[in-house]
T-cell receptor, first 115, second 115 residues
Framework: AQTVTQSQPEMSVQEAETVTLSCTYDTSENNYYLFWYKQPPSRQMILVIRQEAYKQQNATENRFSVNFQKAAKSFSLKISDSQLGDTAMYFCAFMIGYNTDKLIFGTGTRLQVFP | DSGVTQTPKHLITATGQRVTLRCSPRSGDLSVYWYQQSLDQGLQFLIQYYNGEERAKGNILERFSAQQFPDLHSELNLSSLELGDSALYFC??????????????FGSGTQLSVL
């Protein structure tokens, strides 16, 4: 069974600074996908970024980028130039690459951005 | 706005009762996913439907059932409710959901409170 671990329950960062959220996962599969979702106080689940395991290049979406280390089964999220609106719960998620696109989520990291 | 509609937004009921949560997927999406988010269990995958058929099943209790109708909307039925069923229930949708790594788009959730 696949598992996703987020070892940082809470983190904080000052506005305009950079912060990195950690995620590790466990799988015996070779074909899979990894995601980061953001859940602000509104509780809406918002997709931040997506990574395909067979691609070595790290995904980037504006201020958000990932450091994907397949051998180490690590998938961290870097937020650059943090903004107050980045305050949210961040969930790392794993998706197996066959039959279904269900997501397996980690426990989340609560990020607080301070002015 | 993700395009996924969930109703109602809030539901308050008593133990032993039965409720129905409704989800309309994004236009064109054939797959619907149900998730439960609670403080103790985190985000748990319950079940996925594709074009009316069950495609994947997670940790869904026997007291819970779901279905997807010909117009592709889905309903999650929760019966014999217990206090521990209090949670935020999310619906998500994707075009096919067959393991191609599709992005899932989430509704705003139904907050269920069992008193």
């Amino acid at each position: 069974a696949q598992t996703v671990t987020q070892s940082q329950p809470e983190m904080s960062v000052q506005e305009a600074e950079t912060v990195t959220l950690s995620c590790t996962y466990d799988t015996s599969e070779n074909n899979y996908y990894l995601f980061w979702y953001k859940q602000p106080p509104s509780r809406q689940m918002i997709l931040v970024i997506r990574q395909e395991a067979y691609k070595q290049q790290n995904a980037t979406e504006n201020r958000f980028s990932v450091n994907f280390q397949k051998a180490a089964k690590s998938f961290s999220l870097k937020i650059s130039d943090s903004q107050l609106g980045d305050t949210a719960m961040y969930f790392c998620a794993f998706m197996i690459g066959y039959n279904t696109d269900k997501l397996i989520f980690g426990t989340g990291t609560r990020l607080q951005v301070f002015p | 706005d993700s395009g996924v509609t969930q109703t109602p937004k809030h539901l308050i009921t008593a133990t032993g009762q039965r409720v129905t949560l409704r989800c309309s997927p994004r236009s064109g999406d054939l797959s619907v996913y149900w998730y439960q988010q609670s403080l103790d269990q985190g985000l748990q995958f319950l079940i996925q439907y594709y074009n009316g058929e069950e495609r994947a099943k997670g940790n869904i209790l026997e007291r819970f059932s779901a279905q997807q109708f010909p117009d592709l909307h889905s309903e999650l039925n929760l019966s014999s409710l217990e206090l521990g069923d209090s949670a935020l229930y999310f619906c998500a949708s994707s075009p096919e959901g067959n393991g191609a790594g599709e992005k899932l788009f989430f509704g705003s959730g139904t907050q269920l409170s069992v008193l």
